[in-house]
């Protein structure tokens, strides 16, 4: 996978994230992950105040837990600064793959997002958010996807960025050559003025598109979607991807697609930045949180024994995938 490792230490002292408050959408953390929280709340307002485009990636196993982690970050985003400086939008590619071309699942999901998003305030915060930056939003995306869909031209390369040598094959006066010029061509204009539009998004507020599911999709469809969020959001100011994976499981998919002789990491390097490794956690008094109705059902421990249910519950677990 992405050679590039990044650990953060949580840097306090700055106050940089924000408390996530409870409420009925925040989830118990049960495994310690309010730390890479942390540090992933750090590594955005750092991105946010910068204006910096940035692919990174969340990196692990099946079943870690990586939406969950997802999830957290996202409460928090929206709760940063009463929702002014980030706006998140969720795209679960799995949900959304009876699209055949990503780019417009990607619109789609953000389109749904908008939409959703307001629940998540109340009071002044909503009616504001409605007013300003929600409905301009919402204008924007839309625009960008009806013009994917009324320019949709059946192209189905694999990859885009071959756009200047498909130009220069077809500078025959052959048609079959000129056509598949003109469909590369308008298709190239099309992801040219959706990028134009979401930058003039993203100039107030910085955008978070949270990638999620992608492992679930199958290869040929995983690979189109890290290419079409590369061509849509690739050194855009102020938009930031983050996108959840299996490290192993897509090199295994890139090898699939390509070969075993492709340089997998090479290839991923052209998508995503850096990645940050997510563990199997460590089981925490979250446990007897949220399953406090089920260990209610035990005796309590004799006085006489010095263990504590939340330290026999993360000695029981260690090591053990959720």
Same mark, same amino acid.
């Given at each position: @996978?992405? $050679?590039?490792?990044? /650990? +953060?230490?949580?840097?306090? =002292? ?5 408390? !996530? ?88 999901? @953000?389109? $749904?997002?908008?939409? /959703? +998003?307001?629940?998540?305030? =109340? ?5 504001? !958010? ?121 090199d295994n998919t890139v090898a699939q697609i390509f ?64």
């Amino acid at each position: @996978m992405v $050679d590039a490792m990044i /650990e +953060y230490e949580p840097d306090i =002292s700055h106050n940089l994230s924000p408390v !996530l408050t409870e409420s009925d959408d925040t989830p118990i953390d049960i495994l310690d992950r309010q730390e890479v929280v942390t540090q992933l709340m750090e590594l955005l307002t750092a991105l946010s105040n910068t204006k910096s485009s940035c692919t990174f990636a969340l990196n692990g196993k099946w079943g870690t837990g990586k939406t969950f982690v997802l999830k957290m970050v996202e409460c928090q985003l929206r709760d940063y600064q009463a929702g002014e400086k980030f706006a998140v939008f969720h795209y679960n590619c799995w949900e959304y793959d009876y699209y055949d071309e990503p780019l417009i699942a990607i619109v789609s999901s @953000m389109l $749904d997002s908008i939409d /959703e +998003y307001t629940q998540f305030f =109340s009071g002044e915060v909503k009616e504001k !958010l409605q007013s300003g930056f929600v409905n301009t939003a919402k204008q924007v995306i839309k625009k960008v996807a009806c013009s994917f869909i009324e320019n949709k031209t059946g192209i189905d390369a694999d990859d885009l960025s071959d756009f200047v040598e498909k130009v220069q094959e077809a500078t025959s006066q052959d048609n079959h050559e000129q056509h598949e010029y003109n469909k590369y061509y308008a298709f190239h204009k099309v992801v040219e003025n959706a990028r134009e539009e979401l930058s003039k998004l993203a100039e107030n507020q910085t955008l978070v598109i949270v990638v999620d599911e992608l492992d679930r999709c199958l290869p040929n469809y995983a690979i189109k979607i890290l290419e079409r969020l590369h061509h849509l959001f690739s050194e855009l100011n102020n938009i930031i991807v983050v996108l959840a994976i299996d490290g192993e499981q897509l090199d295994n998919t890139v090898a699939q697609i390509f070969g075993n002789k492709v340089d997998t990491n090479s290839y991923l390097k052209k998508f995503i930045n850096f990645e940050i490794p997510l563990g199997l956690g460590k089981v925490n008094y979250g446990f007897v949180q949220k399953y406090s109705d089920y260990i209610g059902l035990f005796t309590e421990t004799p006085s006489d024994i010095q263990l504590s249910i939340e330290d026999y519950l993360s000695a029981l677990f260690s090591g053990v995938n959720m």
